[in-house]
């Protein structure tokens, strides 16, 4: 029997788990504060919800298979079209504009390497409903705080930032034929990560010529004011270059223009996305996009439901563990215990279970020893707990329903009745001699 898991998936010992809660406790608090409400879908959807919504690249990922009823299936590769589906289902219903955050475990079948897996967990969060550039500036504040509440600040991260609908009339202007624009994307979409003759070398395959296969490689060195020189007149440019104007001026507003740049070659892969797109990037380059999204006007009536506008974006917690460990700001208080109760005898064990759940009861973290062990014994394995305080019960401490309370970061100690200890005076009461069982810390 292998001891190992499949590759491409991953084991949550302790530590990694307690990383996980971490990450997952902060985007729960994060989304709430600005109104996203939790929602789930199922794990299998029906493969049609992604063969015809989501691009060729994520087609080729899919853990696809048939069911024992003979429907064509396959396990959840994004949340997105799940979203879209119950979204278009009870639209009529909700009231606008919808808010919601899920924090899905996805499966893609690729190569597993640095940052990218075969399952991941990925927050989502989405607005329907809503065509504003505040609600724009909205889903990207919400990214950006959900990294600062991790600990990471302008110096770690940055949103690089761009429109889709602007690039496809941008390109088509250079001479891109409209055919030929999913190619263009999946090219460009690569440049962050390859060389520029490698996206020029694509671009030349997929049929685009040489001369415009350059000049969308230039896009690189361009900004809003060229893009107005060049192509201003062209209806669907001016319309995007007036959107960006306004999110960049509203990011600023919000605080965010340290954290926001725009890239002009910035497109994402999948199909769907129709205006502004962004995506988080480590400043140093060391791993992959953090965090990604944009808008996606067109989707909910691709499934069915009303031409609702929409916007969102996802953020996996592989590359985001991966960048808490590497700016060592991985929390290490998780796991370890408020309390440790120590019996002196089997005799005292009735009493210490006592105090035990009694504080259990109150919310703390508590252990104790399930064998009468040493008092020595005791306080090592309560050391290795990481407990903050020891509580120490004797025969004599029974007698008089007292406890000593020692703090094991200070060493100091305190004699107080049992009630006074769930009452919560803890070792802020007035101390008495207590010098019994004081053992040293390690």
Known sequence: MTTSSLPGFRDFYPADMALRTHIFRTWRTVASRYGFVEYDGPPLESLDLYTRKSGEEIVG????????????????????????????ARAGGLPKPIKWFSIPQLFRYERPQKGRLREHFQLNVDIVGETSVASDVEVVAAAIDMLR?????????????????????????????????????????????????????????????EEEAKRVLALADMDLADLADQFGDVAPVKESLSRLRQFREQAEAAGLAEFVELDLRLVRGLAYY???????????????????????????????????????????????????????????????????????SEAELPAALRIVHSLRARGRRVGFDYRSRSV?????????????????????????????????GTGDEVRMDVADLFSGAGLSSEPKPAGRWARPRG
């Open 149 to 209: 509440a991790l600990g990471l600040g302008s110096a770690d991260f940055v949103a690089r930032y761009s429109d889709r609908t602007l690039i496809s009339a941008v390109l088509q202007e250079m001479g891109v034929p409209e055919a030929l624009l999913p190619a263009a994307f999946a090219a460009l979409d690569k440049a962050d990560r390859e060389s520029e003759q490698w996206v020029f070398d694509r671009l030349v395959e997929a049929g685009v010529g």
């Open 376 to 408: 020595g014994r005791q306080f090592k394995v309560a050391n290795q707990s990481g407990a903050e305080r020891v509580i120490v019960v004797g025969p004599e401490e029974v007698e008089r329903d007292e406890c000593v309370v020692r703090s094991m």
């Open 274 to 344: 129709t205006g502004l797109v962004f995506e988080i990037w480590d400043r140093k380059g060391k791993f992959r996009a953090i965090c990604g999204g944009g808008r996606y006007d067109d989707l909910l009536e691709a499934v069915g439901g009303p031409a609702l506008p929409a916007l969102g974006f996802g953020m996996g917690d592989v590359v985001l563990g991966e960048l808490l460990r590497d700016r060592d700001l991985v929390p290490d208080d998780e796991g370890t215990l408020d309390d440790f109760v120590i019996h002196v």
């Open 61 to 88: 990922q899919l853990y696809g298979f048939t069911d024992q009823g003979g429907r064509e299936v396959a396990l959840r590769p994004e949340m997105t079209p799940t979203f879209a589906r119950m979204v278009a």
